[in-house]
């Protein structure tokens, strides 16, 4: 009996505990309602207004109308979305507004329209409910930078109610990708539809965009209801298409990174009427190769003057400081500055290369016997060196170790001659006596 009554007691709180996290485990995010998109904009302060947006995974889980909003916001601008996927239900999309990096968020009406595109068209082409898309249309999207993530999606409330529903949710994980030369990339993004919506399961369509410095292009495009890629302008681009059909993971690989596929990346999802899109940026980031030249350098005499090149190439971007480096023998290192470096040159695959020239005047600079002279390459995909072992050879002045040095052996040397002159005059006469006696 006792038993019985602690197992029901836990399940009890587990229960209360599940119904807690339901409810409360969402935060309330804090949007701008931007009411004309394009004319505006979120610099532009006349045109937004703040908006609350209660989150929920279930239509149940909103607060009663008693407790509902803060009694000083404006009613128009707090929102009540039931997001079934929890997309939206992400602790990190609410940062304390103190916080230095603000997750953002907008939110805009949305008018559902059908695309002229080629493979977009193909969806709404068979006669939809039109009673279905007479209804409050909004579209969010929330940026998250320092989890990564973006998220866009369209929400339906019937006419008169005050509810929301996400139908569309388009995300990304990744917002800023890096990638080394000639490996797979692979960027983010994947959707989700309301299965109770009369809009899923009539086909969708995915297209990957490029965009870099006002310029675009297609990458890929892929009709889902036909299931065949329309047009694909990118050479060793692919969709994981079986994930997408079972999970919505519109995920775009890229075979092989390359110099030139550094840009914004925009992955639209297209359903019947409806569009939703994230933006992701990639970055190709290769560190340079550093070569020395003469390697290895000449033997030097004191004032000499020696020319030393340092060559950095295959690198990407364009970002690199050069500088030199000494490091004697007695182990300290200092620097040698910069050097001239010279302007870039870019090769056929789009990396760069630079390089330096340094004068090595051996009198001017006090470098004793040589040491390691070291190129050094800060770049933001590393730091490279390169070094080689320079010889300097007879000294013009010896240094004062030297001087010392030489002044010790001398004494040594002296008292050594000195000890064997001695001893040769004093042993001298004696013998001279003992065969003296032996004689006599
Ligand atoms: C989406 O597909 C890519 C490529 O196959 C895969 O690496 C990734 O793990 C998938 N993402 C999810 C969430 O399943």
């Known amino acids: 009996m006792t038993e019985f009554s602690t197992i029901y007691k836990l399940s009890l709180v587990a229960v209360f505990c599940l119904v807690q996290a339901c409810s409360s485990s969402c935060p309330v995010l804090e949007c701008w309602f931007v009411h004309e998109k394009g004319r505006g904009g979120l610099t532009s302060g006349g045109n937004q207004e703040k908006t609350l947006l209660y989150i929920s995974t279930d239509e149940h889980g909103h607060p009663a109308e008693s407790q509902r909003a803060p ?39 949305f008018l559902p329209h059908p695309s002229d ?31 990564q993530r973006t998220i866009s ?38 959707y989700w539809v309301d299965p109770s919506s009369p809009l899923s399961g009539s086909g969708f369509a995915v297209e990957w965009r490029y965009q870099f410095r ?70 190709i980031v290769e560190p340079p190769t550093l070569s020395i030249y003469p390697s290895p350098l000449p033997l030097t005499v004191p004032g000499q003057t020696l020319i030393v090149q340092c060559e950095a190439s295959g690198f990407a971007p364009l970002s690199l400081e050069l500088s030199w480096e000494f490091k004697g023998t007695d182990g300290k290192s200092r620097p040698l500055g910069s050097g001239s470096v010279t302007g870039h040159r870019q090769a056929w695959d789009g990396t760069f290369s630079q390089s330096s020239r340094l004068e090595l005047d051996t009198t001017n600079l006090d470098l004793g016997r040589g040491g390691e002279v070291t190129c050094v390459g800060v770049h933001p995909g590393g730091t490279r060196r390169a070094s080689v072992t320079l010889n300097v050879i007879g000294f013009s002045t010896p240094s004062v170790e030297d001087s010392m040095a030489m002044v010790g052996v001398a004494l040594v040397l002296y008292g050594l001659i000195k000890f064997v002159s001695w001893t040769f005059t004093s042993s001298g006469p004696d013998e001279a006596d003992e065969q003296h006696k032996k004689k006599n």
């Open 71 to 109: 009694s000083d916001a404006n009613p128009d601008r707090v929102f009540f979305i039931t997001d079934p996927a929890g997309t939206l239900c992400q602790p990190s999309l609410n940062r304390p507004s103190g916080s230095a990096k603000k997750s953002q968020c907008e939110i805009n009406p």
């Open 117 to 147: 595109l080629k493979w977009v068209a193909a969806l709404t082409e068979s006669t939809l409910s039109p009673l279905y898309l007479q209804a409050d249309w909004f579209t969010t999207s929330h940026q998250d930078s320092k989890q």
């Open 153 to 190: 999606s369209i929400m339906r409330a019937p006419p008169g109610a005050k509810e929301h529903n996400v139908i569309l949710s388009v995300t990304s994980t990744t917002i800023n990708v890096q990638a080394r030369l000639g490996e797979p990339v692979q960027l983010d993004c994947s």
């Open 214 to 283: 006002g310029d675009g292009r297609l990458v890929l495009a892929y009709d889902g209801k036909m299931d065949r890629v329309a047009d694909i302008q990118e050479e060793g681009a692919t969709l994981d298409f079986e994930g997408l059909h079972e999970k919505g993971n519109a995920s775009l690989i890229l075979q092989e990174a390359k110099v030139r596929h550094s840009g914004m990346y925009i992955c639209t999802v297209y359903l019947p009427y409806l569009v939703a899109q994230v933006a992701v940026e990639l970055e």
